[in-house]
C-alpha cells in the first residue's frame, strides 16, 4: 500500500517535472546534434526553444499542485493470478486514522479506543490532592453524584459522603500514592458512537501510615473520568503488607563538603523521594545535620540531598553502605527497633576527614 500525505504528494509532483524537464533538455541537446532527422516543426520547438518548453513544465507542476486539496491513497493488490485492484481514497489532511479493539460487558460489538490524556491528568492530580490533604481540591474534582466501591464492599455516595470520608481519613493516617501505570480508554458501542468521558485504568501503590504501622496496598483502579470531574471509581486490590514503625535518628556529617548550600533533607522510599520533605537540622552548628523520622522497620533505602534535588549523594554500584535497585544506588539500612543511625559523610560510606 502506497499513501501520500499532501507534503509528500507535492513532492512527488516536483520530483516528475524535474524528470521531465531533464529529458527535455536531453532531448534538446540531441536534436541540436541530429536535427536533420527532425521535422522543421519539431526542430523549431526543441532547438529554438528550450527555455519556452522549461516554462511550459514549471507551469504543469504548478496546475498540479493547485489541485491537491487532500490526501490520497492508492492501494494494489496483486494476486497469483496476475489480477490487481486499485481503489482511491479520500480524505482530510488532519484525520487521523484509529482502530478499536476490544469488548465490554460480554458484548463483542462493543470496542475501545485510546482516551485522552487530559482526563488521565485529572486522575493524576486526584491522587496528589489525596497526598497533600486537600479536601477542598478533591471535591472541585469529584462529580456531583460520585460513587466510589473499595475492595471491602465499602461504598461511598456523594460529594457530602466523601468528604466526610476523606476527613476522617486524613485525620488518622498520612497517604503516599506511588504511580506505576495507567492509560485512559474511549467506549465505543455496536454502533459507532463514542462515550463523552474516559476510563482510567491504572496501578498504584498506596501507603497509609499511622503513628505505629505503614500499610502498603498494590491496588488497582478502574475510574470513569467526564466533563473533568471524577465520577466514579471501584478499588481492587492484589496484595496488602502491614509493617511497624520505628523511631530512628539519621545523621550526615557537611563539613567536608565544598560546594555551597542552604538545606540538607532526607529522602527515602518511606517519604515517596519527596525531595523536601524532612528537612534536617544542625542545632550546635558542627556540620552535622540530624532528624528523627518514624520509618518502617526492615530494609530501607535513603540518601541525603541539598536544596531539595539539586544536589544528591551518588553511589557506585556495591559500594559496602549502599544498595543498587534496577539503575539507582542507595544508602541501605536495616531496622528492627527504634535506633541512632552511625553519622554518615555526606556522599561516601566512610567517615569525614578531620
Not at 285 to 303: A, N, R
Request: proline letters at 1%; a negative charge.
Amino acid at each position: 500500500m502506497f499513501i501520500y500525505s499532501k507534503g509528500k504528494l507535492y513532492l512527488l509532483i516536483i520530483q516528475i517535472a524535474s524528470v521531465f524537464a531533464l529529458l527535455l533538455s536531453n532531448a534538446c541537446d540531441r536534436t541540436e546534434e541530429n536535427n536533420r532527422k527532425k521535422t522543421s516543426l519539431i526542430k523549431f520547438v526543441l532547438t529554438k526553444n528550450k527555455t519556452f518548453m522549461k516554462k511550459i513544465t514549471v507551469l504543469i507542476l504548478i496546475f498540479f499542485s493547485s489541485q491537491v486539496n487532500f490526501t490520497w491513497a492508492q492501494t494494489t493488490e496483486s494476486t497469483k493470478n496476475g489480477r490487481a485492484h486499485s481503489a482511491m481514497i479520500q480524505s482530510t489532511m488532519d484525520e487521523t486514522i484509529t482502530r478499536a479493539a476490544g469488548f465490554s460487558g460480554g458484548n463483542a460489538d462493543s470496542s475501545w479506543l485510546i482516551g485522552d490524556q487530559e482526563n488521565l491528568n485529572v486522575w493524576l492530580k486526584w491522587c496528589d490532592l489525596q497526598m497533600k490533604e486537600d479536601i477542598d481540591g478533591l471535591m472541585s474534582l469529584a462529580g456531583d453524584s460520585i460513587t466510589i466501591e473499595g475492595f471491602h464492599n465499602e461504598k461511598i455516595h456523594g460529594k457530602a459522603e466523601l468528604k466526610e470520608f476523606f476527613t476522617r481519613w486524613f485525620e488518622n493516617y498520612d497517604v503516599i500514592i506511588k504511580q506505576e501505570w495507567g492509560i485512559p480508554v474511549k467506549f465505543i458501542d455496536k454502533d459507532g458512537n463514542k462515550d463523552d468521558g474516559d476510563w482510567i485504568i491504572n496501578g498504584h501503590e498506596l501507603q497509609t501510615i499511622s503513628s505505629e504501622k505503614v500499610t502498603r496496598e498494590d491496588n488497582q483502579a478502574n475510574v470513569y473520568i467526564k466533563n473533568s470531574q471524577v465520577q466514579f471509581f471501584k478499588i481492587y486490590n492484589h496484595s496488602t503488607t502491614t509493617t511497624k514503625l520505628v523511631s530512628a535518628t539519621f545523621s550526615v556529617d557537611m563539613s567536608s563538603y565544598k560546594g555551597e548550600f542552604k538545606n540538607v533533607f532526607l529522602n527515602g522510599a518511606f517519604n515517596n523521594w519527596c525531595g523536601s520533605c524532612n528537612i534536617m537540622t544542625d542545632e550546635n552548628k558542627d556540620g552535622v545535620y540530624e532528624i528523627t523520622l518514624d520509618v518502617p522497620s526492615g530494609e530501607i533505602e535513603y540518601k541525603f540531598t541539598l536544596d531539595g534535588w539539586n544536589t544528591q549523594e551518588v553511589f557506585e554500584a556495591g559500594a559496602p553502605c549502599t544498595k543498587t535497585s534496577t539503575q539507582f544506588t542507595n544508602r541501605v539500612a536495616n531496622l528492627e527497633s527504634g535506633t541512632s543511625l552511625p553519622v554518615a559523610c555526606f556522599n561516601t560510606c566512610g567517615l569525614c576527614e578531620q
